[in-house]
């Protein structure tokens, strides 16, 4: 089964820029839905993104524009660019991944197998 590590997050200004990265260990992504997922404190863990494995990306509404996902060559690293932050994109954020989920799963935190253990991205004003 697939390791899932995130990295990328910090401290940015509002407008800025980061570049989020999901990186797979024993095996790669070639066979699984990627999805990420962002939880503010004292709020519930909400969908951001997902890249399936053929290649077609989702997006949450209020991100479409300033957040773009995608994969590389090797299907070993899911990357999350988000520019124009805004301080409420404040958050931990996370990615997952699974074998059999149907697109109208895609949004839906709970049918993923696997997670990374977060990073925290901090917008300021």
């Known amino acids: 089964q697939v390791q899932l590590g995130e990295s990328g997050g910090g401290l940015v200004q509002a407008g800025g820029s980061l570049r989020l990265s999901c990186t797979a260990s024993?095996?790669?992504?070639?066979?699984?839905?990627v999805g990420w997922f962002r939880q503010a404190p004292g709020k519930e863990r909400e969908f951001v993104a997902a890249?399936?494995?053929?290649?077609?990306?989702f997006y949450k509404d209020s991100v479409k524009g300033r957040f773009t996902i995608s994969r590389d060559s090797a299907k070993t690293t899911v990357y999350l660019q988000m520019d124009s932050l805004r301080t409420e994109d404040t958050a931990v954020y996370y990615c997952?991944?699974?074998?059999?989920?149907?697109?109208?799963?895609?949004?839906?935190?709970?049918?993923?197998?696997?997670w990374g253990q977060g990073t925290q991205v901090t917008v300021s004003s």
């Open positions: 997952a991944a699974d074998q059999h989920l149907i697109q109208f799963s895609l949004r839906t935190w709970s049918q993923y197998d696997y």
């Open positions: 024993g095996g790669t992504f070639s066979t699984y839905d």
């Open positions: 890249i399936r494995r053929n290649g077609y990306t």
